[in-house]
Every structure is written in C-alpha cells, then in structure tokens.
C-alpha cells in the first residue's frame, strides 16, 4: 500500500500527536506501506515556517528518510497538467487533490 501524508498528517507523525488515529498509525509504522510526502508540502510547511506561524527545529525534508518516507517530487509536467484540471472551489489545489492519481500511476 502506498500513503500519500496530507502536511499536517506528516507534522502530527513528527511530533507523535493524537490526532492521527491508532489504525493510521499501525499503517504508517508498517514497513510494507510506502510513504510519501510531496515536494508541495515541503513548501508548504517551509512558507509557514518563513512567516513565522510553524517553528520546528530541525529541517523537515532532513527528517523523511530516518522515518522510512519517500519524496513526491513535482515536475514541470505536473504544474502543466495541474493547470488543465477543473477547479473544484475555485482553489486550484483543490483540483489536484482530487486527480492527483492520474499524475504518476500510482494507487493510492
């Protein structure tokens, strides 16, 4: 199984928050499921740190592969593709979350 980690789902791991219920820790903890984490949200906590509104001591992306994760990488062609999808809420995030398994032909 693969598990792409939502930004605060991957701060909650790092920090052993609650907030992530016992059967997705049991899944994260399992060494068959591959984890990813996306270049988008690498940025997304790095603009939170650089406003001020996250502090975390160490580098994030330095952290992933101690906790077994993997990078999801973002390429020109996803930015492009990302950019021909319908926007759902007039967010265009948005519309990558929700087609985001077309990109790569990964199952999640």
């Known amino acids: 199984m693969s598990l792409l980690l939502d930004s605060h789902v991957l701060l909650w791991w790092l920090e052993d928050n609650l907030k992530i219920g016992p059967v997705v820790l049991a ?13 988008a949200s690498i940025w997304e906590i790095g603009i939170k740190q650089a406003l001020g509104k996250l502090h975390t001591p160490e580098s ?49």
């Not at 077994?68 to 021909?84: K, M, S, V, Y």
């Not at 995030?93 to 790569?104: E, V």
Request: proline share 10%; aromatic share 8%; charged share 20%.
């Open 27 to 39: 899944t994260l903890a399992d060494p068959k499921t591959r984890v990813l984490v996306s270049a």
């Open 60 to 108: 994030i992306l330095d952290l992933l592969p101690e906790e077994g994760f993997e990078t999801l990488p973002i390429t020109a062609r996803h930015a492009e593709a990302a950019a021909r999808l319908p926007l759902l809420h007039g967010i265009p995030s948005t519309a990558c979350w929700w087609h985001r398994p077309t990109w790569r032909g990964l199952r999640w």
